[in-house]
């Protein structure tokens, strides 16, 4: 069972930078490719951005492509997002979440991620 616990989340306005962190108890940390999620009101849940096991493949939704950018530090079991130019339509709850074990993918689809955290807000004000 991997626990994961964002953090970083908040009020900014537009133009804007936040860095969200997630924070994972599993010691095999480096088993799972990663990915951050989010979700505005009223809105399904949709991809962000996504990485590999070891971090040498990224994907981005075209919505952030050049704003945002997904890292990870599997020595200390966490993954980044670094959010630049943030926008009102940013706003939204983002979460963490962690692949199938050892799997050697990275989806954007939320079926492919078995553990969440539980969500850290994101408001961007105009």
């Known amino acids: 069972q991997v626990q994961l616990v964002e953090s970083g989340g908040g009020l900014v306005q537009a133009g804007g930078s936040l860095r969200l962190s997630c924070a994972a108890s599993e010691r095999t940390f480096s088993s799972y490719a990663l990915a951050w999620f989010r979700q505005a009101p009223g809105k399904e849940r949709e991809l962000v951005a996504a990485?590999?096991?070891?971090?040498?493949?990224?994907y981005y939704a075209d919505f952030v492509k050049g704003r945002f950018t997904i890292s990870r530090d599997n020595a200390k079991n966490t993954v980044y997002l670094q959010m630049n130019s943030l926008k009102p339509e940013d706003t939204a709850v983002y979460y963490c979440a962690a692949g199938y074990r050892n799997a050697n993918y990275v989806t954007g689809a939320v079926a492919g991620y078995v553990y969440w955290g539980q969500g850290t807000q994101v408001t961007v004000s105009s």
């Open positions: 990485i590999s096991r070891s971090g040498g493949s990224r």
